[in-house]
């Protein structure tokens, strides 16, 4: 589980996006999309980041 992160994640993330070839994409979500925004700034086209409620 040495590999399993929210950064890990959005590096996953951003191998899916050049799989299916976009340059930027279009994020709904919480904190995997702000690690994502904060990771990789110019491949995001637009985001909505929801507030978690506990």
């Given at each position: 589980?040495?590999?399993?992160?929210?950064?890990?994640?959005?590096?996953?993330?951003?191998?899916?996006?050049?799989?299916?070839?976009?340059?930027?994409?279009?994020?709904?979500?919480?904190?995997?999309g702000?690690?994502?925004?904060?990771?990789?700034?110019?491949?995001?086209?637009?985001?909505?980041?929801?507030?978690c409620r506990?």
């Amino acid at each position: 589980m040495a590999h399993v992160s929210t950064a890990d994640n959005a590096r996953d993330l951003d191998l899916l996006r050049a799989a299916v070839g976009e340059e930027k994409i279009s994020y709904y979500g919480t904190s995997l999309g702000a690690t994502y925004i904060n990771m990789f700034p110019d491949r995001v086209r637009a985001a909505v980041l929801a507030a978690c409620r506990t």
